[in-house]
């Protein structure tokens, strides 16, 4: 089992910045991607960032250029910090943390980021 906390996000006006993270602990060593992905209101969830065990990362069209993923590993801990930049009120959702392994999928407890105009 893999268990994720999130901290961070909050308000903020546009073009402010948020920055989140996420720590995985547990079976870390079976994590082959971690990922952010938001879901807004009336929306379906959506990737917004990811980064894969061999040093890809991935984003969507929309937060190219604004929005940064990294990961930092440790023995026992993977953690995942997604730093948000030149954020818009369309940026304005529930962002949470995801983990795959070998053993599943895990989600962590979600987010709330609000950017107001």
């Known amino acids: 089992q893999v268990q994720l906390v999130e901290t961070g996000g909050g308000s903020v006006q546009a073009g402010g910045s948020l920055r989140l993270s996420c720590e995985a602990s547990?079976?870390?060593?079976?994590?082959?991607?971690m990922a952010w992905y938001r879901r807004a209101p009336g929306n379906e969830r959506e990737l917004v960032a990811g980064?894969?065990?061999?040093?890809?990362?991935?984003?969507a069209d929309s937060v190219k250029g604004r929005f940064t993923i990294s990961r930092d590993n440790t023995k026992s801990t993977a953690s995942v910090y997604l730093q948000m930049n030149s954020l818009k009120p369309e940026d304005t959702a529930v962002y949470y943390c995801?983990?795959?392994?070998?053993?599943?999928?895990?989600w962590g407890q979600g987010s709330q980021v609000t950017v107001s105009s």
């Open positions: 995801n983990a795959r392994g070998h053993g599943g999928d895990y």
């Open positions: 547990g079976r870390v060593f079976t994590i082959y991607y």
């Open positions: 980064f894969s065990s061999d040093g890809r990362t991935d984003y």
